[in-house]
């Protein structure tokens, strides 16, 4: 029997995540219109402020309602004409998706699939690359369903070494994964706002390179859906920019005032420290699970996602273990991969994430796996957590 006495949930799932009370407020605001002075400004400082997020000066943003497969068909839409060839480098279930995505544009699709668990081969990547012209490889940074981490900037390379424009799934990462735009060479980006920038859902955010937005001018096919096509929305964002608002489709305008506070939380964090605070809340998570006997899917820590983890039931126990977690107060989510799906259940652990919500999940966790029967000694994974948490902040100068 549960002991909550409340309907408060801690949100741990890998998207949309908890909240910070800033944000809230900010969608508690009264109802202001999207041409709005203040709301101009908000939009113009979050397209700024995405440009430091993803470490990309160069790059174009775009921020659209929507979600993020809308931001997946806006990357591609504009980039790929029928016909030519898209190498899908994929991880999981939003590998596929893309491919679906591709496919439905008319693109040949060559999919490099990595094993579950696994990250993908990079000379298998390099060998589709390199078998003909290719106009875009794209790559999920984090695939939320096995929650391991692509190698994207060394994709990033070879994309660039055979000519093919490199886009990058990082609706799971943008926020919490370490990711340099620019610097690798990533030529789309896109992420929505509800995972790890911290916003509710009800924006998609896609950062378009010089060499994306050449390819969408110079494409020999009309992008088939007005609102999809990246060069309508150009003229709106370089105007909330300026600080000039026109009209071209209502913004959700309390969500972009809602990711004008969190990306200002991040930025103010720092990217960099935001990097290394999720790499230090999963390695904690991590340790917690590994002391209660659990496995992890992803194959080595080396390629564990910093914001999700995905972990494989114990042998006796089944998804039940989710409900039985929920009714501890924390809501965590079950497996996704068709592969194995049944099999494992997935935490999230990005955005506002700290040390107290990990312990919190780890203790619910131990708690719910010993009400089912499981043989849990209470208290072994809280303590390794602890440690890696007490750990690191020694650690800090
Ligand atoms: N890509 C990845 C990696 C995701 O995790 C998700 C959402 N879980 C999506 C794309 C699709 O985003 P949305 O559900 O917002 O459409």
């Not at 893309?98 to 699709?109: H, K």
């Not at 929305?233 to 209502?250: D, K, S, V």
């Amino acid at each position: 029997m549960s002991e909550r006495t409340s309907e408060r949930t801690l949100l741990m799932i890998p998207g949309p995540i908890e909240l910070d009370p800033e944000v809230l407020r900010a969608m508690a605001r009264p109802q202001l219109g999207h041409m709005d002075p203040e709301v101009a400004r908000a939009f113009g400082r979050v397209l700024t402020r995405a440009r430091e997020v993803f470490l990309a000066p160069s790059a174009q943003p775009f921020v659209i309602a929507g979600s993020g497969t809308l931001a997946m068909e806006l990357a591609v839409a504009n980039i790929v004409d029928p016909g030519e060839r898209a190498v899908v480098v994929s991880t999981g279930y939003f590998g596929d998706r893309m491919r679906a995505i591709l496919e439905r544009l008319g693109a040949r699709v060559e999919e490099v699939r990595a094993p579950l668990g696994e990250v993908p081969d990079l000379s298998a990547v390099e060998r589709a690359l390199a078998a003909q012209p290719t106009k875009l490889c794209a790559v999920t940074h984090v695939d939320t369903s096995t929650g391991v981490r692509a190698p994207v900037e060394a994709v990033a390379r070879l994309a660039q070494a055979h000519g093919a424009l490199m886009v990058v799934d990082g609706v799971c990462a943008v926020g919490g994964e370490e990711l340099r735009q620019d610097a690798w060479g990533v030529d789309v980006c896109l992420t929505a706002s509800q995972k790890a920038l911290g916003a509710p859902p009800g924006l998609a955010l896609v950062m378009a390179g010089p060499r994306a937005l050449a390819a969408r001018r110079a494409k020999k096919v009309q992008v088939a859906s007005l609102y999809l096509d990246l060069l309508e929305w150009l003229p709106i964002m370089e105007g909330y920019e300026r600080g000039a608002p026109q009209y071209f489709a209502t913004p959700p305008v309390n969500v972009v005032l809602a990711l004008h506070v969190s990306l200002g939380q991040l930025l103010g964090e720092g990217v960099e420290a935001r990097f290394a605070r999720h790499g230090r809340m999963a390695a904690a998570f991590r340790a917690g699970c590994r002391a209660l006997g659990l496995a992890l899917l992803p194959a080595r820590d080396a390629i564990a996602a910093s914001t999700l983890s995905a972990v494989y039931y114990p042998a006796g126990v089944d998804a039940s273990l989710v409900g039985r977690v929920r009714a501890e107060g924390i809501a965590i989510a079950g497996g996704l991969h068709p592969e194995a799906k049944a099999k494992y259940f997935r935490v999230g652990h990005m955005g506002a994430m700290q040390a107290s919500d990990v312990l919190a999940v780890v203790g619910a966790l131990e708690r719910a796996l010993a009400s089912g029967g499981h043989a849990t000694s209470l208290g072994a994974g809280l303590a390794a957590a602890q440690a890696v948490l007490a750990e690191r902040r020694e650690a800090r100068p």
